[in-house]
């Protein structure tokens, strides 16, 4: 087990304008959805819309480097304070952060990240995982979504 290692990440967090807590149906507040594809220019009731019905875990493929590749999309229960989202992702098991790292916030209550999971820092395959997306105030974790990723040995089939 590996204890402060940085996770991986492909490339910067996006957050989406969304006016008040009340907009976000309580289907998908305080969630962590995980989708194959990257998000961009989405509105959030299409974001809704399209996550209503999932629940907040996924079974992740791994590439052909050997890495899990995924976007998170977080559905914040509460706006963030000005400063860094973290992501936080725990072994299901003995529940020890295995990964923390911190990007751009934004203050906005829809956080989209695009992730890689690296074998090199302690990931293994087989194994589930909880992610958590929130902010460290003070000295506190302040978690605001959570959702549970399943790291497959099989790779994933290349698409024509």
């Given amino acids: 087990m590996t204890h402060g290692k940085k996770l991986m990440f492909v490339a910067a967090g996006l957050l989406l304008t969304c006016s008040a807590r009340a907009e976000l149906p309580r289907s ?3 969630n962590v959805y995980f989708t194959a594809s990257p998000i961009r ?28 590749t995924t976007t998170i999309v977080a559905f914040l229960r509460r706006k963030p304070y000005p400063g860094p989202i973290t992501i936080w992702l725990y072994d299901k098991e003995d529940k020890v952060a295995l990964s923390a790292v911190s990007v751009d916030g934004r203050g906005r209550p829809i956080f989209i990240h695009e992730l890689d999971i690296s074998p090199d820092l302690g990931f293994n395959k087989g194994r589930t995982y909880y992610v958590q997306v929130g902010q460290i105030i003070g000295k506190r974790n302040m978690v605001f979504a959570r959702g549970e990723v399943e790291l497959l040995a099989e790779r994933a089939q290349k698409t024509p």
Avoid: C, I, N, Y
């Fill in 28 to 30: 998908v507040r305080s």
């Fill in 41 to 68: 220019d989405v509105t959030t009731k299409a974001l809704v819309r399209l996550f209503e019905k999932q629940e907040p875990r996924a079974k992740l493929k791994r590439k052909k480097d050997g890495h899990w």
